[in-house]
């Protein structure tokens, strides 16, 4: 009978019914407004699951043995990066080079939310930001791309993964919200008309089977500490180039990102326990996450606008926004508000190039963080 | 300054340029590729 009790007995407390609105507003974003709803879904539900009174899921349950099997030991983000990997086609970039320099320039988020938040943990009074491996985890949101946050939080701060997590993924998704306000501030109309021509250049087979293993070889001689995202991603991506491996190939995009998304998302759903969760810190990683989008934005334009200074073909600055790494959204985002311009615009292939570039960029920015901060 | 901001300010720079020289690196590896393995290769 006192069992039974217990889990009413533990309903009078005012987190608990705190959690409950978090877990059922992720769900309402999902359902009803389609935000990153194979995300946001089962991350709702976890917490729901984490949070009611002496819950069997958790203190010892099976999402602690899935948090520890999957998240601790990095597990989950890495299965996803090959999953993501067999899903790009690094065409559009091969085809115009150039756009790396773009997934370049916007992560320029990471970094100023990094210091920004060197800064706010200054501020006496204020908790949960002591030092430079917490600021960095909370700056690495601005890579736009939820595997490599979770990759550096888990490692730089485990305390701060579900508010890191939860921003990543919320405002990944509403980059079509967040984008065209900070686009159409930095630029003219006429910018934003710029007509770029589709590249003609064909790419051979042996290039996209090449360029995945070239790339994982010197971004891990580079920075080792990116081996494991880095190598993933391409690996999925090798298995879809070399067209040898297409069971393998769909089994990647389809069966193995389906389950592990499932598995990671109630999981970190289940790191959000009321006690850790309802804190100022969190309210200020949230803040902070979105600053971190607009910069990463502003920095992609902003690059544009400059390298459009030495050029004679000017680039479409909104192309710079692509280089973050929220694929595809951004690019879509992107080819939307040049229609909006001028309806016979297409700037979609350069656009996905950038997107892609942005890809590779947050994971080697990831992999840059983890390797310099100590 | 307190020397964890400069320390911070050091990474954030020092990353930031990084990303630029790495994916510098990967431009010319494609434009390479490109160069030297054209589509009519596929044949081969």
């Known amino acids: 009978m006192t069992d039974l009790l217990r889990g009413i007995v533990g309903m009078s407390d005012w987190r608990v019914w705190a959690m409950f609105g978090v877990g059922l507003a992720l769900i309402w974003l999902a359902v009803k407004k389609e935000y990153e709803p194979n995300l946001l879904l089962p991350m709702g539900f976890g917490c729901l699951l984490a949070n009611i009174p002496f819950s069997s899921a958790v203190g010892g349950g099976f999402l602690d043995v899935l948090f520890k099997g999957g998240i601790t030991n990095e597990l989950f983000p890495i299965l996803i990066f090959i999953g993501v990997g067999a899903m790009i086609d690094f065409g559009p970039l091969l085809q115009d080079p150039e756009m790396l320099f773009f997934g370049a320039a916007a992560q320029f988020g990471i970094f100023f939310t990094m210091m920004l938040a060197l800064l706010v943990g200054r501020i006496p009074g204020v908790t949960g930001i002591p030092g430079l491996r917490e600021a960095a985890a909370i700056g690495i949101i601005g890579a736009a791309d939820g595997p490599t946050s979770i990759y550096v939080a ?22 079509p919200i967040i984008q065209p306000p900070i686009i159409r501030a930095l630029t003219t109309r006429e910018e934003r008309m710029i007509h770029m021509e589709n590249p003609e250049r064909e790419v051979s087979r042996t290039v996209k089977v090449i360029f995945p293993i070239a ?41 193995l990102s389906s389950l592990v998304t499932i598995l990671l998302g109630i999981t970190i759903g289940s790191s959000m326990g009321g006690k850790q969760f309802l804190n100022p810190t969190t309210l200020l990683i949230i803040a902070m996450g979105l600053i971190a989008f607009v910069f990463d934005t502003a920095g992609g334009v902003l690059f544009a606008k400059l390298i459009n200074l030495f050029r004679k073909r000017k680039i479409n600055p909104m192309i710079g ?25 297409f700037i979609i292939m350069h656009a996905v190039g950038a997107n892609v570039a942005g890809q590779i960029a947050s994971i080697i920015a990831g992999g840059l963080i983890l390797a310099l901060v100590r | 300054m307190d020397t964890v901001v400069v320390e ?30 054209p589509p009519r290769d596929d044949s081969a």
């Not at chain 1, 730089?156 to 998704?173: E, G, K, R």
């Not at chain 1, 990116?226 to 995009?253: D, Y």
């Open chain 1, 154 to 175: 888990t490692r730089f701060a485990p305390a701060l993964l579900a508010p890191i997590t939860v921003a990543a993924y919320s405002y990944m998704s509403l980059v």
């Open chain 1, 215 to 255: 790339v994982t070889l010197i971004a891990g001689i580079i920075a080792p500490m990116s081996v494991a995202l880095i190598g993933s991603l391409m690996f999925g991506n090798l298995l879809r180039e070399s067209g040898v491996t297409e069971r393998l190939s769909k089994t990647a995009q389809n069966e």
């Open chain 1, 321 to 345: 926004a692509c280089g973050i790494s929220a694929f595809p959204m951004s690019a879509r985002v992107i080819q939307k508000m040049a229609q909006q311009e001028d309806g016979s615009n």
């Open chain 2, 8 to 37: 911070g300010l050091r990474v954030s720079g020092l990353s930031y340029v990084l990303i630029f020289a790495v994916l510098g690196i990967f431009y010319g590896l494609i434009k390479f590729l490109l160069r030297m393995l």
